[in-house]
């Protein structure tokens, strides 16, 4: 099997929580390393959840890095409902896994040169504000050559904010890095609020999860439980959404998904708007599409393979 090369620049965070576990049980990926950002919590949070997490997994060997702990210019925004710690209120055991002694940006910067050099590009996996990715391309832009594409969570058009009235948590905590990566001239393919609410944690289905009888699927429930927002009256039902793992859903199973291209912008100057993003959806504009905006998942599809996947745990050694 050819496997994804993928780096996943995160800020776990219940929902990138479940995305790494879905990663660490699917052998079609090849997780080359896991950059983590100040996002959700505080990056000794992050950092701690992440090294806890692939523990969790059973998954020792996959390298961890520290990255930035603030966003470029704004003061840190945290996320609503991750709790103090960053998993809800699920305690895992203190990790035994160090972080690299590197830097998450000089790890992203030799390894996606690196990947230029050999033409055996990286697909970059952002669920979290694009402080690392920023940075590492400000220090040197020669990475783009190294990246097949940057898939991300983030933004939103019709479900226009979660954080703000205007955005969605990851492009508000960190808009001038955003507005970086969009203006890198990298493909982009973008998941934002509009898709990855149609993907609801319902108690049916967080149901199905605890009947899983491994630990790992245990946990996934315990935080989807948590993760409810009971807010009936904007999505339709219980249950929170899950909008990091869709990330892995697509690459894994694109048929699944539809959507648009488009020229996508970063609003960063106005308070009002912070982090909104603008797209050009009927080339008002003249400038050509800068992401594939998916807009149509088939959510239950996402579910079962989500299952399916944790009912791998434990791994094969
Ligand atoms: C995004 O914000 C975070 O709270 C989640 O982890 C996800 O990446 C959703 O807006
Ligand atoms: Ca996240």
Redesign the pocket.
Known sequence: MTRLPIIID????I??AVAILLVLASPEFDLLGLTVVS??VPLEDTLRNTLQVCELAGRTDVPVFAGCDRPLLRQPVRGLFSGREGLGGVVLPPPRLAPQPVHAVDFLVKSLLEAGRTGEKITLCA??PLTNVAVALAHSPGIAAGIERIVL?GGGFRELGNRSIAAEF?ILVDPHAASIVYEAGIPITMLPLDLTHQALATPKRVERLRAIDNPVAQVVADILTIWDRKDIDRFGELGGPL??PLVFDYLLAPDRYSGRAARVWIEHTSELTMGQTVADWWGKTGEKPNAEVLTKVDAQGFFDLLGERLARYPLPA
């Not at 995160?10 to 965070?13: A, H, K, Q, V």
């Open positions: 995160t800020d776990p965070g929902d990138d996002g959700n669920l979290g969570m990851n909008h990091d």
